[in-house]
Every structure is written in C-alpha cells, then in structure tokens.
C-alpha cells in the first residue's frame, strides 16, 4: 500500500463514528463474523434518473403528487417556528393536501427551513436522498438564497442550490406562515407543469451535487449515497 | 364452475364498494376530528389522491423478501376477513364466502395481518420499526382478549360459531339485537373495539408524533399504498363484523353504510376527547374493566 493511499485511509478512519469501523461481530449461535457497516447497513448506488414516460398519465399523477404534498417534519434552522401555525386552525394546510410526515420515505416535500449549518446539512443530505422520486424541496428564507444575515458566518452555507436541487424560494427573514402557503401553491403549479424534476436533476447532475457536498463538509464518513 | 365466477364478480364488486366506503369513512372522520379542533380538515377525496400518489412513485427500496411480504400478508388479513363476512344480511351476492365457522376464521385472519406486518417492518431493520411493533403487539394481544371472551359468549348465547346465524338470530326488530338481549358482551366488545381502531388514547403504535409512526416507518411508495389500502378496507370489514355480532346486521346497503359509520364513530367520538395513554396504561386498561365484564359475560352463559 502506498503511503498516498494509507494517509487517505486515516484520514478517512479519523471521521468514522466508532458504530461505523468495521469489527468482529459474534452472533447469538456463537458463530462470528465480520461487520462493515458502510457496506451491510447503507447502499451506497448512485441514484438513477427515472424520467416521466407518458405524458398524459404524467399530467394527472402530477396532479396527485401536487395536491398530495407529505411535508417532513425536519426543521433545519429558526424558519421551522413557522411550519407548526400552519397545522393550526388559524391556517390550516390540511386544505390544501399538505400534510406532515415524522419519516422521510415516506415524505415528498423537504423544507430547508431557514440557515442551514454544515452540521445540518449533512442531515438535510442524508434526509433527501432517504426520500424517494418524486421529491421537492421547498427553501424558506433568506438565508437559504444567499445566507442572510449569516452570509459570513463560519459555519453556514449561503446558497442552498449548490448542494439540494430548489424547487422554490420562498423569500423573507423570516416570511411568515401565510408566504409559506403562497410557496406551497407555487410549488403545485410547478408539479402540475410538469417542471418540478428535482430528484431526477439531482441524479443527472450527482458529481456536481456531491462534488460540492464534500467542498464543505470536511468530516465526511457516510457512503456516497445512503438510501 | 360458472357459478363460483358470478360469486366471485359479485365479491368484486362488494370488495370495490367496501374499499370506496372505506376511503371516504375515513376521510368524513378525519373532518370530524378536524371539525372538533375548528379547522377545515382535508378534502373528502384526499385519501384518493394519497393512494393515488404513493401508488405512483417512480422509486422504491425494499430491505428483503419479508420486507416485501409484510404488507402483502396484512392486505391478506384485510382481505381474509372481508372474504369471510356476510356483508348483507339474506343478500345471496354480498354474503361472500360465509360458511358455517367463519366467525372463528375471522378472529384469527385479525391477528394474522399484525404477524406478517411484525416480520415485515423488522426486516426494514430501523429500530423505530422495532419498538412500534413490540407495542403493537402487546396492545393487540390484550385488545384480543376482552373481544374473544364477548365472542365467546354470544356463540353460547346463540349456540353457533356462524355470523349469518347470528346474524339471523337477531332478526325481527330492535328488541332482538345482541345489544339488548346479551349487554355485557356487547359492552366487552365496544371496549376493545377502541383498541382495535387504534383511535387516541391507544394510538401510541401509530401515532406521527410518538417514535415515529411505528412498524411503517420504512414503508413507502407503493408498499405504504397497500398498507393504507388495507387501512381503509379494514376499518369497514370490522366495523361489519361488530355490526354482524351486535347490532343486528344490515339488510341493504344503506343501512351497512350508517351502522359501520356509527361503529367507527363511536371509536373516533372517545378519541377526540381523549388525551392519548402510554403503552402500559392501555394493556392494563384492557386487562381491567373490558377483561372483567368478558368474563361475566362468558359466566352468565355457561
């Protein structure tokens, strides 16, 4: 082994969580085995595109996915204080089909909801690529465009379509729950016109994605791709 | 051979009715409850569009074979008891495969759809899944045994373990149902029945904002569709076997449709003014009122 390689190995082990390293494992029979939990517990494929195929059956699934948003309940930064009015009487997203989901495959919708530390992202990263085609993702706040009042903060991104493919901005610091219903209703529009093809950008353009992904978070110990 | 086609396109038809019935019984409930906290709630044809969504993903992942199973073995439950029940009473297309032991048959078809789930959810290996599962099933167990001990007595009060039978036995007016004729077993049975619909205060297994949502955490796209397909086909067949075994069946469709309404009601009416037990306060729930008045039901008819 070169000493190029092995530095890199190191390197690598340095951020590896201790339930991460691979290790001998006895099982209940008394057999033992080895366990490397990067390759049994993730995959770590690339994504695959999976683009719409007949138009007019896209068309009315589209109008389902759209009228059927599942939100995850991930809050990233001080904008999620806006995402529990929305569930109260006072505004009522269950009108609208938004509903909210405590797991990410299950959800459809993921809200970046204010400035997202690198710490979060990768969480955020983690979370989207857990959740399954079709997916949207809705960023709230300023600090999501251009990183607001944290532009120079040390630990803060300052545009989030380097890293998760937008679907829509919603503009604001903070914008309050009614923008995020108008951000919802424009995020319907574009499903229905068919232009909301994040997951598929994400899949097409994954080098560029993870290129930038790695540019920033300098502690990376998960796969590549850990659906 | 041609009748057993015409019997089954007759089931069909039955299991398409039900499944639509299902669907907007549980979307009407969901705007009762929304009603109660003064919001709007979804949409009536929500549940359609959710199906509709999860059934259309383009992507899905499956963690193994039982993985895969788990959800087609509790749409088997599902199906299992509604193949069974005699949806309308002295109706010779909608009594579907009703046989003289069905009533058995169908206890068991309830717990066989929590099984396969138990073994489905954890090969999706989250430990959430886990944890949802081992509630689901301590709470199940004990819901199970004030409802088998109500079962117990009406098959001695009525001498047959067939629900037509019953059924038919309760014929002739408001004075012959099980409701009046036999009221502890019915109060056994309306008792478990909350635990059964899993409505609060036994919502833990399944409730979003509890470990999260339970045994289906994994679940999703099209997997999740057949879990909520099932959800709703299940909700009207059980709502049916209670209104079979107490009060007093029904005739024609509309009065399937208000008697399960009212059975499923009643679950949702306690939950909505009911704040939401843990798991050991609602298996030992279970073991003390339902369980006592089980037993005195079963006494009084031996």
């Known amino acids: 082994m070169s000493d190029n390689t092995k530095n890199i190995e190191e390197k690598k082990d340095k951020f590896l969580a201790e339930e991460n390293k691979k290790r001998i494992v006895t099982g209940p029979d008394g057999v033992q085995f080895e366990v490397d939990p990067l390759q049994d517990y993730f995959c770590d494929k690339r994504p695959v595109a999976k683009d719409p195929k007949n138009k007019v059956i896209e068309n009315f699934l589209n109008w389902a996915r759209a009228e ?4 995850l309940g991930f809050g990233t930064g001080c904008g999620n204080i806006e995402i529990p009015p929305l569930l109260t009487p006072r505004f009522d997203a269950f009108r609208y089909g938004i509903q909210m989901r405590p797991t990410p495959r299950q959800s459809s919708v993921l809200i970046i909801s ?9 969480r955020a990263i983690r979370s989207y690529e857990q959740m399954q085609n079709p997916k949207y993702v809705l960023a709230l706040g300023s600090c999501t465009i251009n990183g607001g009042m944290y532009y120079d903060s040390y630990n803060t991104i300052n545009r989030l ?30 499903i229905k016109a068919g232009r909301a093809e994040g997951a598929n950008d994400y899949a097409n353009k994954f080098d560029w994605y993870k290129a930038n992904q790695k540019k920033i978070i300098k502690d990376w110990n998960m796969p590549d791709y850990n659906w | 051979m041609n009748d057993i086609i015409v019997k089954l396109l007759w089931t069909l038809l039955g299991l398409f009715i039900v499944l639509n019935w299902g669907l907007l019984m549980g ?39 039982m993985f895969y199973l788990g959800p087609v073995f509790r749409l088997g439950g599902g199906l299992g008891i509604f193949l069974f029940l005699p949806l309308i009473y002295g109706s010779e ?17 309830q717990f066989f759809g929590m099984l396969g789930m138990a073994l489905g959810a954890s ?30 007595s009406i098959a001695l009060q009525y001498n047959t373990l067939s629900i037509s039978e019953i059924v038919a ?17 019915t109060a056994a049975a309306m008792l478990s029945l909350l635990g059964l619909f899993r409505e609060a205060p036994f919502n833990l297994v399944k409730a979003p904002n509890e470990v999260p949502i339970g045994p289906p955490t994994e679940y999703h796209s099209a997997f999740l569709g057949v879990l909520r397909t099932n959800g709703a086909l299940l909700h009207v067949v059980e709502a049916a076997l209670f209104m079979n075994l107490f009060f007093g069946g029904a005739t024609h469709w509309v009065e399937f449709i208000v008697k399960t309404f009212l059975v499923y009601f009643w679950s949702v009416f306690v939950g909505v003014v009911s704040p939401r037990f843990r798991i050991e306060q609602s298996v030992t729930w279970f073991l003390k009122i339902p369980l006592a008045i089980g037993i005195l039901a079963v006494i009084l008819y031996i």
């Open chain 1, 68 to 71: 059927s948003l599942w939100v």
């Open chain 1, 114 to 122: 204010g400035y997202l530390a690198v710490k979060t992202l990768k």
């Open chain 1, 161 to 190: 379509d380097y890293y998760l493919p937008v679907d829509v901005y919603v503009a604001g610091c903070m914008p309050r729950p009614e923008a995020l219903l108008a951000g919802f209703n424009k995020l319907k529009e574009r």
């Open chain 2, 27 to 65: 979307a009407t409930m969901r705007k009762i409850v929304a009603r109660v906290a003064h919001r709007y709630g979804i949409p009536f044809y929500q549940p359609w569009l959710d199906l509709i969504k999860l059934y259309s993903n383009r992507s899905s992942i499956s963690h193994g074979v």
């Open chain 2, 93 to 109: 297309h909608f009594s579907n495969f009703s046989w003289a032991g069905d009533l058995i048959l169908i206890l068991y078809f």
């Open chain 2, 123 to 152: 090969d999706g290996g989250h430990p959430n899944s886990v944890i949802g599962i081992t509630r689901g099933l301590g709470q199940f167990t004990t819901v199970e045994v004030p409802l088998t001990l109500a079962v117990i």
């Open chain 2, 169 to 185: 036995a309760q014929q002739g007016g408001f004075q012959n149902w099980t409701l009046v004729t036999n009221p502890l077993a």
